[in-house]
């Protein structure tokens, strides 16, 4: 055994086996690391890949809301972003832009104007749908009016009334356009009251501008409800009548009393004489 020991083809053949198993070890590594640096290439290039979102935002004016009424702008419009996967994705969820259109330079009228964004990061590429819409600004005038109150008269029972309603305001602001505010004839307050009524109704009354036509005008009501209480009670006319026809009734009852009496005492008086002459005979 120590003969074969001491034979140097032993350890050439150690030294293969040992630098076959070194190799091998090492290109073993290096594919493990190749798969690591790839793997991480692919995040990166993932991450840096352009991505497209449209996203719905609020339109918001540039203008003195306190001067001028803007009318024919939609509320919402569409946007559509372009760039950098995770950038598109941060902006979509916290939408940290504005979409919104310029008019403080331009005049009373009719204008088209083109939407614009303010906010968004020069990385990304954008696009509205619609690019330009049709704006109307018109002078803002504000006018105060009286409530008129208007009751279905229908619904309150029969033998009852209602009285004079108490509202809670007795004005209103309406705020608009001048040639709506013009238009405006009455701001009125229809209250509907339950079928049958008997007794006070209270409610809250959405109001209405309306004009000569009793068409609704497109202007801002504040307040915008009112509250309305409706008195209901007997009606004074429907008692006075009832107490005239028992009035009545208790007269013909009375009439008929005397009528009776009456025809009881000429029945008896009649008796009486036919008794008299009777016994006169007689005798």
């Known amino acids: ?97 504005k979409a919104y259109v310029s008019l403080r330079k331009l005049g009373l009228g009719e204008h088209k104007v083109r939407i614009k964004e303010e906010g968004l990061n020069k990385e990304l590429s954008y696009s509205f749908e619609p690019e330009t819409i049709k704006v109307t600004i018109a002078n803002r005038r504000t006018k105060t009016f009286a409530i008129q109150p208007e009751i279905n008269q229908d619904a309150i029972a029969k033998g009852y009334e209602s009285k004079a309603a108490i509202l809670r305001s007795q004005t209103v602001s309406a705020t608009g356009s001048a040639s709506e505010i013009n238009r405006i004839t009455q701001v009125v307050a229809k209250v509907n009251l339950p079928n049958n009524t008997k007794q006070d109704v209270t409610s809250q009354v959405l109001l209405q501008a309306l004009d000569n036509s009793g068409d609704t005008v497109n202007v801002i009501l504040s307040p915008q409800t009112v509250s309305v209480t ?41 008796s009486s004489t036919s008794s008299s002459s009777t016994s006169s005979k007689s005798n």
């Open 230 to 270: 409706v008195p209901v009670e007997k009606s004074t006319s429907s008692s006075s009548s009832g107490s005239d026809e028992e009035s009545s009734s208790t007269e013909a009852d009375n009439k008929r009393t005397k009528s009776s009496s009456s025809s009881s005492q000429e029945t008896s008086s009649a």
């Open 1 to 97: 055994m120590k003969k074969f020991w001491t034979e140097r083809w032993v350890y050439r053949f150690l030294a293969l086996v040992l630098a076959v198993l070194l190799f091998f070890y090492v290109k073993s590594d290096r594919m493990n690391s190749g798969n690591v640096s790839t793997s991480g290439g692919s995040s990166d290039t993932a991450l840096m890949a352009n991505k497209s979102k449209t996203l719905t935002v609020p339109l918001e004016l540039d203008v003195n809301s306190s001067k001028y009424l803007v009318s024919g702008y939609p509320s919402k419009v569409k946007i559509k972003i372009t760039g950098p996967s995770a950038l598109v994705t941060t902006t979509t969820n916290t939408q940290n832009f």
